[in-house]
């Protein structure tokens, strides 16, 4: 792959690996899982279904794919490495460490954050993803003390020499956080935040900017309600995160959208959509037109949804009167 980054692709950050401008967000592949009786899922899915998506996402020129060892415990990985057959030296790979999980019973059952940990877990992705590296390994404790975050630098750094890994970063939406982290380590080369139209997130992003980063965006579709599909009378299901929403997501609450985030997706609903987008693509285009390091990784489990986000990369980023108009609208 070159470096010379254009519309339809970006450059993560100071690793210069360079991957598609949208990527594919593999947490809903994974199926039900649950912590307890807290589902931490997207609720049953199809497998063929997605692989047929992740083998669609490479014929649209999306290359990108993000997932994480405790979706669906373990099995989110398992699929990707099917959908990805063959086809392994075309792609970049990020996953992501520090929860512990059974396979067997779908249960996560904690959280590892210790350098031993650390090691077993990626030789385990490695295996369940049939590869013998991975492009970005994340650590997956959102709030995870920064000491402990620190602690794992010198690790991962190992895991680069050796070949099992190309860079790292941390899913965090702490900014002093990520620039700790980010600065400790040369291969630390991006972090993943939540951001949307609906979820502003300039303080992570500024510290990509300053640091050479790339700003992975989860969330980017607001858990679904920028893809116009809910109403105040959607209902989700038991096995899905959204049905029975933890306290860290507030779009949803009861098993239903709330309310007052309907109200801002109605509010920017037209601007989104002009132009000839859908709204979920134009909420993908105000992610590309806030900086030219942001990648959003919309979750994705059918070949529909794949190919509405892939429709976005020919779009490219909001323009600047149109971003500028988002942010009048929601009072920002």
Same mark, same amino acid.
């Given at each position: 792959m070159t470096t010379t980054q254009t519309t339809r692709t970006r450059i993560l950050g100071r690793s210069g690996i360079q991957v598609s401008a949208l990527g594919m967000g593999c947490w809903a592949i994974g199926g039900p899982f649950y912590a307890g009786s807290q589902p931490l899922g997207w609720g049953e899915v199809d497998d063929e279904e997605s692989v047929r998506a992740i083998r669609r996402a490479l014929e649209l020129g999306v290359t990108f794919f993000d997932t994480a060892d405790v979706y669906g415990a373990g099995h989110s990985e398992r699929v990707l490495a099917r959908g990805l057959s063959g086809r392994r030296d075309e792609v970049v790979i990020a996953t992501k460490f520090g929860n512990l999980f059974d396979e067997a019973s779908r249960q996560n059952i904690g959280v590892?954050?210790? #350098? $031993?940990? !650390?090691? *077993?877990?990626v030789r385990a992705s490695l295996s369940r993803l049939d590869t013998d590296r991975i492009d970005l390994y994340q650590l997956h404790?959102?709030?995870?003390?920064?000491a402990q975050a620190l602690d794992l630098v010198p690790v991962l750094e190992e895991?680069?020499?050796?070949?099992l890994i190309r860079a790292y970063g941390w899913s965090t939406d702490f900014p002093e956080r990520a620039s700790a982290f980010a600065g400790a380590g040369g291969h630390a080369t991006a972090i993943q935040h939540d951001f949307s139209v609906l979820h502003d997130s300039p303080g992570v992003l500024g510290v990509c900017e300053q640091l050479d980063l790339a700003s992975i965006?989860?969330?980017?579709?607001a858990?679904?309600?920028?893809?116009?599909?809910y109403t105040v009378d959607s209902r989700l299901g038991a096995d899905d995160v959204r049905g029975i929403a933890p306290?860290?997501?507030?779009?949803?609450?009861?098993?239903?959208?709330? #309310? $007052?985030? !309907?109200? *801002?997706?109605?509010a920017v609903r037209e601007i989104l959509r002009s132009g000839g987008r859908t709204l979920a693509q134009g909420a993908l285009g105000w992610l590309w037109a806030r900086s030219r390091r942001t990648v959003p990784i919309p979750g994705i489990r059918t070949v529909a949804q794949l190919e509405e986000n892939a429709g976005a990369i020919a779009h490219g980023p909001l323009p600047a009167d149109q971003l500028a108009e988002v942010e009048r609208l929601l009072g920002r």
């Amino acid at each position: 792959m070159t470096t010379t980054q254009t519309t339809r692709t970006r450059i993560l950050g100071r690793s210069g690996i360079q991957v598609s401008a949208l990527g594919m967000g593999c947490w809903a592949i994974g199926g039900p899982f649950y912590a307890g009786s807290q589902p931490l899922g997207w609720g049953e899915v199809d497998d063929e279904e997605s692989v047929r998506a992740i083998r669609r996402a490479l014929e649209l020129g999306v290359t990108f794919f993000d997932t994480a060892d405790v979706y669906g415990a373990g099995h989110s990985e398992r699929v990707l490495a099917r959908g990805l057959s063959g086809r392994r030296d075309e792609v970049v790979i990020a996953t992501k460490f520090g929860n512990l999980f059974d396979e067997a019973s779908r249960q996560n059952i904690g959280v590892d954050s210790t #350098p $031993e940990h !650390l090691r *077993r877990a990626v030789r385990a992705s490695l295996s369940r993803l049939d590869t013998d590296r991975i492009d970005l390994y994340q650590l997956h404790i959102n709030d995870l003390p920064t000491a402990q975050a620190l602690d794992l630098v010198p690790v991962l750094e190992e895991l680069v020499t050796e070949g099992l890994i190309r860079a790292y970063g941390w899913s965090t939406d702490f900014p002093e956080r990520a620039s700790a982290f980010a600065g400790a380590g040369g291969h630390a080369t991006a972090i993943q935040h939540d951001f949307s139209v609906l979820h502003d997130s300039p303080g992570v992003l500024g510290v990509c900017e300053q640091l050479d980063l790339a700003s992975i965006n989860r969330g980017p579709l607001a858990m679904g309600l920028l893809t116009g599909k809910y109403t105040v009378d959607s209902r989700l299901g038991a096995d899905d995160v959204r049905g029975i929403a933890p306290d860290w997501m507030d779009f949803y609450r009861d098993g239903r959208p709330a #309310p $007052e985030w !309907l109200d *801002r997706v109605a509010a920017v609903r037209e601007i989104l959509r002009s132009g000839g987008r859908t709204l979920a693509q134009g909420a993908l285009g105000w992610l590309w037109a806030r900086s030219r390091r942001t990648v959003p990784i919309p979750g994705i489990r059918t070949v529909a949804q794949l190919e509405e986000n892939a429709g976005a990369i020919a779009h490219g980023p909001l323009p600047a009167d149109q971003l500028a108009e988002v942010e009048r609208l929601l009072g920002r």
